[in-house]
């Protein structure tokens, strides 16, 4: 399977942005799907998950209330919708896939348990 990511942008603080991540070669469904993001001279962290087939989600605390996963499997795609940007949201955005899909709920937000990655999208939010 491969991943793109798209969507991202230069936008100001308060506005909303949502990233896609489409799939070839692979059911987004039939895999646990993550997206992480990684600012200049951080390390990567976990942003949410989204389980194969039922589909709960998992929000990390920095993005709940703001952020949600969500997917479209007629489209084959994963988005995440962010809402109020705050400068400190600026980072590359990458889309993961965990397949099969071993992590269970409690380890979705580990990166290391997803084995496909996207090429990342910028967004840089400006205050």
Same mark, same amino acid.
């Given at each position: ?16 942005l949502r990233l896609s991540c489409a799939a070839s070669g692979g059911t987004l469904r039939s895999y646990n799907m993550g997206w992480f993001r990684q600012a200049p001279g951080r390390e990567r962290e976990f942003v949410a998950a989204i389980r194969a ?24 795609? /994963? ?45 840089? /939010?400006?205050?």
């Open positions: 399977v491969q991943l793109q990511a798209s969507g991202g942008g230069l936008v100001q603080a308060g506005v909303s087939g039922g589909g709960s989600t998992s929000h990390a605390d920095s993005v709940r209330g703001r952020f949600t996963i969500s997917r479209d499997s007629a489209k084959n795609t /994963v988005y995440l919708q962010m809402n109020n940007l705050k400068p400190e949201d600026t980072a590359v955005y990458y889309c993961a896939a965990d397949r099969p899909p071993t992590a269970p709920y409690s380890a979705l937000a580990n990166g290391r348990l997803y084995d496909v990655w996207g090429q990342g999208t910028q967004v840089t /939010v400006s205050s």
